[in-house]
């Protein structure tokens, strides 16, 4: 019966990722990052087309206030907010991926 490092570098193999367990790790922190960072920019999408304006404007204008602090536009500030530290993160970290792919 194989062991666990050899079922992990099967299933890296079946993936179609380098035989280099190092690089197929980083590869595989990037893919998830891309992912976390696709998620986040259609929630900022969706909200950009909710309020025909961006993150920017929207709390330039103050549109919370401006609708009354109503429930749903203060869920969707904190959530758009979240999605917009989202996407800094992600490219971030997608940045220091790519640095680290560099090294090796």
């Given at each position: ?6 079922k992990?570098?099967e299933?890296?193999?079946f993936?179609n990722?380098?035989n280099?367990?190092q690089k197929?790790?980083l590869?595989l ?6 992912k976390r ?8 999408q969706?909200?950009?087309?909710k309020?025909r304006m961006?993150?920017?404007?929207f ?8 609708q009354?602090?109503?429930w749903?536009?203060e869920s969707?500030?904190?959530?758009w907010?979240?999605?917009i530290?989202?996407i800094?993160?992600?490219k971030a970290?997608i ?5 680290l792919?560099?090294?090796i």
């Amino acid at each position: 019966m194989p062991g666990i490092e050899e079922k992990i570098r099967e299933h890296l193999h079946f993936l179609n990722l380098q035989n280099d367990p190092q690089k197929a790790f980083l590869g595989l922190l990037k893919s998830e990052y891309k992912k976390r960072l696709a998620h986040y920019e259609n929630i900022d999408q969706a909200f950009r087309r909710k309020y025909r304006m961006s993150f920017e404007m929207f709390e330039r204008d103050n549109v919370v206030k401006e609708q009354g602090f109503s429930w749903e536009v203060e869920s969707d500030s904190m959530d758009w907010e979240q999605a917009i530290d989202g996407i800094k993160t992600m490219k971030a970290r997608i940045e220091e991926i790519d640095a680290l792919s560099q090294e090796i």
